[in-house]
């Protein structure tokens, strides 16, 4: 990346401000190259060399650990996130395999219960129910595209799935959150999309099993919003309505 980044510096003629229009626009290029390049030339082979070394690797090591796991699991994380390939809950967490009840979907959603079911709310009677997990955290991430399609509802016109799923991030609007000057241009999203989780958090304390595990004190609910660019979370401070840094 180091490269690139020099790289970067020769896109822009001696003498342009650091801060305008056209420079933001280079960055932005940029950063979609170099993202485009870090990704480019892999295939499936790619993949199949990591698992040859997680065998080889890995696993011997942590052979007891997967043994222990092999018939069972007990987690106490239920942990719901977006789709999005940049919120990696094991890395940012510390987590291990057993630890974390994962569902995801695009948005970090939580549709308010519907008669004939659907996966998100499966997922969380399951993970409340049986597996009787101690804590459930929504977690909603910077850059979102959900959030961004929200916005630009036309983007979604040859998506008919998507768009029909993405109505479920529209109470985003209703708790959008005051702007963080810290967010740079992307304040304006970044509000949306913290007023995203605060949307499904009320969701999640919504769902039946939840809010009878909330009554008998068996579970706690999270909201959190993580920033990819810092790599910080931020929870959400239910009673004082805004959302304050994970680690104080
Ligand atoms: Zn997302």
Not at 4 to 17: I, Q
Not at 131 to 136: D, I, N, P
Not at 157 to 178: G, N, S, T
């Amino acid at each position: 990346m180091k490269e690139l980044y020099v790289a970067r510096e020769s896109w822009f003629p001696a003498g342009l401000p650091r801060e305008t229009a056209d420079r933001r626009r280079a960055v932005a290029c940029f950063k979609a190259v170099a993202v485009k390049h870090l990704a480019g030339g892999r295939n499936v082979e790619r993949v199949i060399q990591g698992h040859k070394r997680f065998l080889a690797e890995v696993f011997p090591l942590r052979k007891s650990h997967f043994h222990l796991l092999s018939e069972s699991q007990a987690p106490e994380y239920l942990f719901i996130t977006c789709s999005d390939s940049r919120v990696v809950p094991d890395l940012i967490l510390g987590t291990e395999p057993g630890d974390l009840f994962i569902s995801r979907n695009a948005g970090n959603v939580i549709p308010v219960t519907a008669p004939e079911g659907d996966g998100v709310t499966a997922t969380i009677e399951y993970a409340v129910e049986v597996l009787k997990v101690k804590h459930a955290i929504l977690c909603g991430h910077s850059d979102c595209g959900a959030l961004k399609a929200a916005v630009n509802a036309k983007a979604l016109d040859a998506l008919p799935k998507a768009k029909k799923w993405l109505r479920h991030v529209e109470a985003a609007f209703q708790h959008r959150q005051p702007l963080n000057p810290a967010d740079g241009e992307g304040a304006e999203l970044a509000a949306l999309i913290r007023g995203n989780v605060v949307a499904q958090f009320k969701n999640l304390k919504a769902q039946p099993s939840v809010a009878w595990a909330l009554k008998n004190g068996t579970l706690s609910v999270h909201g959190w919003y993580y920033d990819i660019l810092s790599g910080r979370i931020e929870r959400y401070d239910e009673k004082r309505h805004r959302f304050v840094p994970l680690l104080g």
